[in-house]
């Protein structure tokens, strides 16, 4: 799987998928039937895989635009379920135009690093379907907002079962002592929780934790040679 040719082949792909865009201008917002495990909405955020260890994946996200809410709570469970309301209300119709905007995944929060007991201000986003990044209808809820997220690469861990604030901080913690163990560089004192799925859902379900990459990012584990990404 990490062999040159794989890699010569992910360039040419990405380069592809770039060109595309770049005639479509639909960001990286597309058909959920090529992700996996992004299978409950018709379109997704796609993204380049740049590189995966036995602890992580690399992936390279391009810029895109979100609805995003703040909620400040000492609980992740309680701001989530207050953010997502409110994100829900602005897609069926608390806009502008009182337009029906469809779900999209994944919903994303962005936890800031904080002890057990201080209250965190949580920021939860749903992703705006390619149709709707470049004019997003105006939120009428002075709460919600337009935020883009720029061009970045995320060191990435996935996960099964349910996401709460328990599950994603140990994922945070293993992924985050994995990084530092081979010295990757990763933005600190926030992360992503990731989600894909409805709360309905049972079975199947598919979580991530996200770093922010900085610098060129490392994909090397204990177990592999050293090997020089292509993409530095
Ligand atoms: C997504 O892809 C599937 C299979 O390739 C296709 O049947 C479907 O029409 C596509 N949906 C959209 C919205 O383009
Ligand atoms: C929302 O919270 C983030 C921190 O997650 C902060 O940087 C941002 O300024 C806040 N935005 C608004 C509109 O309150």
Partial sequence: MHGTQHSATMIYLS???GFLLVLTAEGRVGNSSQLQFCSETEQCLLFDLICETDQYEVRHYDSVRWVSTNETSYFMEIA???AFRRLYEYITGANENGKKIQMTAPVVVKMSDKKFWEMG???TSFLLPAEHQMNPPKPTNDK???HDMPDMKMYVRSY???MTSLSDKNKANSLSSALDSVGAKYKKGF???VGYNSPMTMFNRHNEVWFVAEDEPICTS???E???SPFS
């Fill in 160 to 162: 099964g079962g349910w």
């Fill in 15 to 17: 380069g592809l998928v």
């Fill in 222 to 224: 204990s177990s592999e």
């Fill in 144 to 146: 919600v907002y337009i």
């Fill in 191 to 193: 992360h992503y929780a």
């Fill in 121 to 123: 201000v949580y920021t």
């Fill in 80 to 82: 989530a379920m207050r």
């Fill in 226 to 228: 050293l090997e020089f």
